[in-house]
């Protein structure tokens, strides 16, 4: 396992979790697919280092198969995540004409509601 895979692991994880922060759609689908390559490369530095095929010769030889398929599972997992959130971006833009991710003026009523309610 070397260093520099953990960083760059780290460093993916970090900017992918500060872009979903964001109020920009563009910048929430980037910082998902951030954060899909970062579980992606975490899989693959958990399957060790490359050895024989994962089903051939002994025991010792053998790599575990196991992070390769939920790498694959990962993959379509942050795949159709993003499809998902491309498709509320273009609804976003057709509606308001921008990407930015507004207040939800009922959620906040509702809040507001609660915490007078909480006071008496």
Do not use: C, K, W
């Not at 490359?50 to 694959?72: H, Y």
């Not at 009523?109 to 915490?115: D, L, P």
């Amino acid at each position: 396992m070397s260093i520099a895979l953990l960083l760059t692991v780290g460093g993916l994880t970090t900017t992918g979790l500060y872009l979903i922060t964001a109020r920009s759609l563009s910048r929430i689908i980037l910082g998902f697919s951030l954060l899909g390559h970062a579980a992606v490369l975490s899989l693959l530095i958990a399957g060790g280092s490359p050895r024989a095929a994962p089903i051939a010769g002994t025991a010792e030889q053998m790599s575990n198969p196991v992070p390769q398929a939920l790498a694959l599972t990962a993959i379509v997992i942050s795949f159709g995540l993003t499809l998902f959130l491309l498709a509320l971006a273009g609804r976003q833009q057709t509606l308001s004409g921008d990407d930015l991710v507004e207040d939800d003026l009922e959620d906040g009523r509702i809040a507001n509601a609660q915490s007078s309610e909480e006071d008496l």
